[in-house]
């Protein structure tokens, strides 16, 4: 199995566990989401109650400015870097990320991209993958905790060459909190371990915090897992910061 579809499958099954979509998932009289016992995480004895990111929905309604190239995907294979503007698609002009997400999908293998970089207007022809992701490129803003309404409990962050898509769910008791974060990077991934802290009712009641070894389930991703007990309940929002050699990333669940 190549490293990018295994990263894809770690991604979907991620989404499919964690983002409510389970024909047996319910709301629980706080509001929340129960993923019911198909979707319980593991080591977990109760169904999972996803809690809800505080992100903004990815729309694609932005320039279509390059952010984030999945490793060996057509968009890094044909030397587009971070930053590059998309500007026309076989001649059509594009107006907005979700606009060329769109056109993507019906165009021709053999197609020709313009685009601009530091201000210069550049043309590139590429031959695009039969199968989804066709291209491979992502759009959306570094540093900010967005949501897709494919996937509304996993929240996704990009600061440079690194993603990270995390969420957050809690047991029926309501004393047990479970933090899940995947890592991947555009580069070869070298990092072994995070740095983690993490709080209750928003930075006002102290969880934990300290560096935490993470797993490598394949050459460009790793995954990072932490569970926290407290007997009185957890009343959210929960806060959740991590450091990636330098790089913060910092989400909110309630």
Known sequence: MSSNLKLTTCLILLITLLSGCSSSEK????????LGNAGALPGLTKAALALVPK?????GEIAPIIRDMLPGSVAQTSNFKLGDLLVSLNGEHLYSAAEFEQKIKHAPMVSTLAFKRAGKLYTNKIILGQERPRFGAGFEPEGVALVKKLSPFVSFMHQKEFTVFAESSINEGQNTLHINAILKSNLPLTVHQVKYSVYDRGLKAYLGSGTEKIDAPTPDSRIFKKAFQKSSGFKGPISVALDVQGKRFHFEFQ
């Not at 992100?55 to 729309?59: G, L, P, R, S």
């Open 55 to 59: 992100a903004k929905t990815y729309t």
């Open 27 to 34: 709301k629980n009289q706080n509001g929340r989401i129960s």
